[in-house]
Structure formats: C-alpha cells, structure tokens
C-alpha cells in the first residue's frame, strides 16, 4: 500500500530547501536531501521552492514553476548580494561545523549573518506567492528562521521543518553567534523534526539551558504557541535499490569488470562520500593503510569521493589532504597486479552506485558526525539475499540509531585502529554470519521507508491546523 495515499486526501504542500532536483532527473545526486525529496514532491503534488545555484540582482522573487513528477519545482536565482554570505558563510563555515560537532572549524562574520536573515527573508517573500497551499515544509540549517519571517509576511498555514544535520549539545550551540535569536525563531513552526534521539533531546536541552524553556513529551510552548518536537528517521525506498542493483550490475559490466581487473583478486570495499570534513575520510584511509600492511592484497577500497562546496577554502584543503593521503597509500603498498585505493572524483547515478554497493563485500561508512548518512542504508538495500556484505558504521552517524551491534560492525569513527580491527574482520566475516547481520538491517528499511517518513511527517503537520490547548503546562 502506498503511504502517500490518495493526492486529493494530502494537503497541498510548499516545500522549501536550498538544494532542489537538479534540471534533468537522470544527473548523478550528490546529496541525500535533494534525492530523497525529488520521489516525495513527484507523487505529492507538492510546489518545491529552492535555489538554482545562480545569483541574479533583481531581488523581485518572481516564481516560475517547471513541473517535476505531479509536483512542480522553482529554482530561484537568489540576490547576488547576500548568497555568498548565507551559503558560504552562515551556512555552511559556521553552522554546518557546529551541527557536526566540530567547534574549532566554525568561522565567519556577522555580515554573514546579515545576509543569511536577507535569504531567508527572500525565501519568505516567495512563498507568499504560493499563500493559497495548505501547509509548508522546510528543510535543513539554511531556513532555520525562516517560519518567523513566513508568519511576518502574513502566512497562517501549518508550518514544519525537518532537519538533515545533527543537532548538537548545549555547549556547542552556544558557539553559534545568534543562537537565542535563532532557536527563539525555531518556535515559529509548529512541527520540529530531527533525525535522531540524539538529535531531539539535544535541541530540547538546548532550549533548557539557552531560552529557559521547558519541554513535556516533545512539545515546548512559546509566546506563539505550541511546537512539536519530534524523531522522522529518514529513510530510503529499499525495492528501488533493489531493482537498481540487480539491473546495473548488468549494465555497467564494463566498469566492474575494470574495477575486479584492478583488485588483482582482492575484496572489494567501497567507501561513497561528499569530500567533507564531516565524512571521516582520512582516518578510513589510515584505518586501510594498516589493513593493507597486515594483509597485503586481501581487499581494495573503491573510493568515491565528490567534491563538494569547492568555493570555500577548508573544503577545498580537505580535499588535497586526501588527495595526497591515497597518492601517499598506493605508493606504498600498490602493485602492478594490485591497486588498494581506488580513486574516484566524479559522482554516479544511484544506479550506477547499486550494481557497485551489490559488488562490494564491505561499506564503510565512517563519518566522525552525520545526521543520517543514507549510504549506508542504500547499501544494505542492494545486498544480495543469498551473499550479502557487511556493513561497518559510525556510531556517531544517524544510521547507527536504526542498526544495532548485532547487526552493523559500529566502530568509532575518530580510532583508526578500531576501524582497521572491523574492515578486517567484515571482509573475512563467513556467509551465515553476514545474512544474519544484514537481514534484520534490510526488514527495518522495508518497514520505513522514505515515503513512510514523508507520509508520517505531513500527517503531524496536518494535526497542527487543530491548535491543542496548553492544558498540560499549567502545572
Ligand atoms: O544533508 C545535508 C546537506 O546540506 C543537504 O542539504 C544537501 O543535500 C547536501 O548536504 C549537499 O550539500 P550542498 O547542497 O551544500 O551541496
């Protein structure tokens, strides 16, 4: 049964990112949100607003729709002026270190801070354009206030923003210029939804220790009125991947075939991240390195990794690290019959990405922070029931709330040795051990699936059109 049920049941939804489907559906995606919000806006119908990656100086917010499965997008040019300083500052030099738990990274001015409230302000001016929908949907740190200037325009609709990064503790938070400003402006939604526990009972202590707010099951009343707070793990849509896998493993013989040339007989381990210093990325290719001197040729890793956000310099320094570490690694240890890392800069389809996810007997995924990290679930989806491979996860990424120690190898991602004692007992896991891990891991994504988490969050959007009485505060 299709969770999304029936179009006309839905409200008719505005939903709002800063990353949007790129123009043509079939480009590799280089990011969770964008493809697991592209099926969700194709078979609701909804309206996606987000940026087209362009700047523009007329700062009209005009909205022209292009259609997008039974949905439409718009990809807006957003102003010239202030983009830098909300995508490359605000955005992602200081609040994508402190959601990911990194403080010494953040960076940034308060001009940056200037311009992120001008976007949102922009985002706002937008939307009212689409007044008529019935609920709006926001997504990711780029629009944390941006319910606050949708209610200062005049819109009166259910308004719910869903998360993709951690939340971070208290003291991290703290960190951010402008935190109170902008929690105090997170209370403008009614429906906050976070990936994890973690996530949830961090922002709730954030509230505690940071505005002297007060929680009861979720639910934090403001001077507004009354927001929830709650866990939506993401997911996936597991029998695409599925098919996906069993498909392209067909279609790109050539490229596998190229790859096992290169393995000279060695496992394959497959490693798939944006080039982001959140990713782990060098302590797994460390972590290797001491796999591959314990046990030379006995696995290669493959991997793919997409360069990202290069217009800011830390990223761009992130990637000649690990650029130089593989260099350095396949020097070392490297054959004419043998190559340990395989080095791949460009992005894949997820199509593509499943017939190499079903090929390779171990993931890794190892990031030292991550809200959920779909990887690792589009890997056990496109498994092969019969000879699955073996999963070694974070404990600190999202994903590791959904699959336990029985299931998933979960190391910790800062230990390179830890990670090297994993790898190496993944790839020499027997074949019964390996389905008895990985089957429960592939019933939870069957269970709740992406279009369950979709379906579930428009739901409790929904309820907040009925404003409940705040009996239960009244101690
Ligand atoms: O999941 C976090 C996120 O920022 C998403 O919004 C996006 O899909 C991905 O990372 C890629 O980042 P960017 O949009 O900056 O390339």
């Known amino acids: ?77 957003l102003p010239s002026a202030h983009y830098p300083g909300f995508y490359r500052g605000f955005a992602n030099s200081t609040l994508w270190p402190a959601f990911h738990s990194l403080p010494d990274r953040i960076s940034g001015s308060p ?54 990064t951690p939340w971070p503790a208290p003291d991290t938070i703290e960190r951010v210029p402008n935190h109170r400003e902008l929690m105090k402006s997170m209370l403008e939604y009614d429906l906050l939804g976070f990936q994890t526990n973690r996530d949830v009972n961090n922002f709730l202590a954030g509230l505690r220790s940071h505005l002297g707010l007060e929680s009861k099951d979720g639910i934090v009343i403001s001077e507004r009125g009354r927001t929830r707070c709650q866990k939506f793990p993401i997911g996936i849509d597991p029998n695409q991947f599925a098919e996906y896998a069993a498909e392209s493993l ?9 790859v096992q ?50 217009e800011i310099e830390e990223y761009r320094e992130y990637k000649r690290n690990v650029d130089s570490l593989v260099s350095q690694v396949n020097a070392e240890h490297g054959t004419d019959e043998w190559s340990p890392i395989l080095y791949e800069n460009d992005a894949f389809t997820q199509a593509q990405l499943a017939g190499l996810y079903r090929a390779a007997r171990v993931c890794v995924v190892t990031p030292l922070q991550d809200g959920m990290n779909l990887v690792a679930k589009e890997y056990v989806a496109a498994q092969d029931p019969n000879d699955p491979g073996v999963l070694v996860l974070s404990k600190f990424a ?29 790839a020499n896991m027997p074949c019964e051990e390996r389905i008895q891990r990985w089957r429960p891991m592939k019933d939870k994504l069957e269970a709740y699936t992406v279009h369950d ?19 239960h505060f009244r101690h």
Not at 250 to 258: G, H, L, V
């Open 398 to 426: 999202g994903a590791a709330e959904d699959f336990n120690d029985d299931e998933a190898l979960l190391v910790d991602p800062n230990r390179p040795d830890e990670i090297t004692a994993a790898i190496s007992r993944a």
């Open 111 to 164: 001009q940056h801070y200037d311009s992120y409230r001008e976007i949102n302000d922009f985002m706002a001016r937008a939307a009212f354009n689409l007044r008529d929908r019935d609920a709006f949907w926001v997504h990711d740190y780029h629009f944390l206030p941006l319910a606050d200037r949708l209610h200062r325009v005049g819109i009166d609709r259910p308004i719910g923003f869903f998360l993709h």
């Open 250 to 258: 067909a279609n790109q013989e050539e490229y596998i075939s190229s």
């Open 261 to 310: 040339k290169k393995l000279g007989g060695a496992k394959l381990a497959i490693g798939v991240d944006r080039l982001d210093y959140s990713k782990g990325i060098e302590n797994r290719i460390k972590a290797f390195n001491q796999v591959f001197a314990a046990e030379p040729r006995s696995i290669s890793l493959l991997q793919i990794a997409i360069p990202s956000r290069s």
């Open 453 to 471: 988490w979709a379906a579930d969050f428009v739901r409790e959007l929904d309820k907040s059109r009925i404003t409940a009485p705040a009996d």
């Open 1 to 77: 049964e299709d969770p999304l049920c029936e179009a006309e049941q839905q409200p008719k939804l505005i939903v709002i990112s800063n990353r949007v489907a790129a123009v043509d559906s079939k480009q590799p995606k280089t990011g969770g949100l964008a493809a697991a919000l592209e099926p969700i806006v194709a078979r609701l119908g909804a309206v996606w607003l987000g940026s087209s990656g362009e700047v523009s100086d007329d700062d009209a917010a005009t909205v022209q729709l292009v259609p997008c499965g039974e949905g439409h997008v718009s990809r807006l040019d």
